[in-house]
């Protein structure tokens, strides 16, 4: 561990998330309780998480399968764990071994071999969809034209639950300039509910430099990663 990464207090680092979590919710005319903080541990080692957890974190976030599971086995259970990074098709059955929701579901042939696991293990995996409401071309999701679609799709596969839709908004110093992205997911979340009778309970959007925008927008799950545990080692 770096003396940069010894610094870090993760547990005050939580207190203020936290704090700003409940300034944002407010301006939105909602309570803190009704947003869900994901602490993302990408490149964090377990000793990291179980500060985060001992901080009153409940959900954890991690980009990749393996480096998932073998930290969800230092860590042992009493957490939910979430994928948030990209899912190829054939770490589909591992991520449904891992993980609790998957939040970056953005084709049909994705969530069908999920399902396939999920099913042959007796279980159903919580997803959400994954949208590209920025239009870059470096970002996965489905397209918000192609989002109806999907929905239907997706809401067929026997094995999988579709909780909600997540997107990533543009990276820019300005957090407001992710602002339309953010408004468009949520009317993308709005029309379908109303169109399909879909719950779509959940809205994830928001990271640690955009956060406040998400919820004002309202967003209902956020992840969180340096705002908590600080840049990251490598």
Sequence with gaps: MSSAERDVDVAANVARIRERIAAAAARSGRAASDVLLVAVSKQMNAARVREAISA????????????AAQKRAEVGEGVRWH???????????HAVETFDIIQTVDSLRIAQAMGRRAQAAGR????LLQVNTSGEESKFGVAPEALPRLLDE????????????MTIGRWDPDPEAARPEFRLLADLARRLRERTGAQLEWLSMG????????????????RIGTG?????GR
Excluded: C
Aim: no cysteine.
């Design 124 to 127: 159903t995996i919580d997803v």
């Design 83 to 93: 994928l948030v990074g990209h899912l190829q098709r054939n770490k589909a059955a």
């Design 228 to 232: 908590i545990f600080g840049p990251r």
């Design 56 to 67: 009153g974190v409940t959900d954890i976030g991690e980009n990749y399968v393996q480096e």
């Design 154 to 165: 997706v809401l067929g596969v026997p094995g999988v639950r579709v909780r909600g839709l």
């Design 207 to 222: 990271m640690s430099h955009d956060f406040e925008v998400a919820i004002e927008e309202g967003a209902n799950l956020v």
